[in-house]
């Protein structure tokens, strides 16, 4: 698919496509009739909370950002796929000055993905998939094939559950918090066929995994969330 970026004050140029306005507030001084909309995405948008909290302090909080708005992104997967669906090409429409640190390219990013996203894996033969509750006793099943990155605060692995064989790609990312010393920790597992598999899907930065489902997460922040899947239907 080809997903394309403009601002709604360029009227230079006009990009092939349906054409989504991406913001979500509307742009001031334009009309309906001026943008020519197939629609508006406000739902795929950042959420207020998080537009507000973000824009506080955009620089400090970019980071964060990017993970929360993958977040709420990843909840409304539903809602993208019918967006995509028959869909060859889209214009995304923001009035955003500052596109390169705006949610407008995670979302081109996030909406390319689940165009080209292969088939789910998953992994219906393993005890992790099956248990209706997940615990701390059931990852120990899991045995460290091989290592992939080894950093004090990002480690990143193939394990294999010892019951049924299942691999998996563990990843584990903790972020410094200089000022309180509460460093947030998120542990991910993202089942795969093969290591080699595996060991292509660590190539991507952790915060693009975030689009990537099925996978198990449980974190320890603020409070400790158990072991839950995400993307499971």
Not at 4 to 16: A, F, L
Not at 33 to 53: C, M
Not at 202 to 214: A, D, G, I, T
Request: hydrophobic share 35%; proline share 5%.
């Amino acid at each position: 698919m080809n997903i394309s970026i403009q601002r709604v004050y360029d009227t230079s140029t006009k990009n092939e496509g349906e054409r989504w306005l991406v913001d979500r507030l509307w742009p001031r001084g334009i009309s309906k009739t001026d943008l020519q909309l197939d629609g508006w995405l406000r739902e795929l948008t950042p959420s207020d909370e998080l537009r507000k909290w973000a824009h506080a302090d955009k620089s400090a909080r970019h980071e964060e950002f990017v993970r929360k708005y993958r977040l709420e992104l990843e909840a409304n997967k539903e809602l993208a796929q019918k967006l995509l669906k028959g869909k060859k090409s889209l214009v995304l429409l923001t009035a955003v000055k500052d596109i390169e640190h705006s949610h407008v390219p995670l979302l081109a990013d996030f909406l390319q993905r689940l165009s080209n996203f292969p088939k789910p894996l998953y992994p219906i033969q393993c005890h992790l998939w099956t248990n209706e509750v997940v615990t701390e006793n059931d990852l120990s099943a899991l045995a460290v094939c091989k290592v992939l990155t080894d950093e004090s605060h990002f480690i990143v692995s193939i394990k294999a559950c010892q019951v049924c064989g299942q691999l998996y790609l563990y990843v584990f990312y903790e972020e410094i918090d200089w000022e309180k010393g509460e460093d947030p920790q998120y542990r991910s597992l993202f089942p795969v066929q093969t290591i080699e598999e595996g060991e292509m899907l660590s190539q991507k930065h952790y915060l693009e995994l975030l689009s990537y489902s099925p996978r198990l997460e449980w974190n320890f922040t603020d409070i400790k969330t158990a072991p839950t899947w995400i993307g499971r239907p």
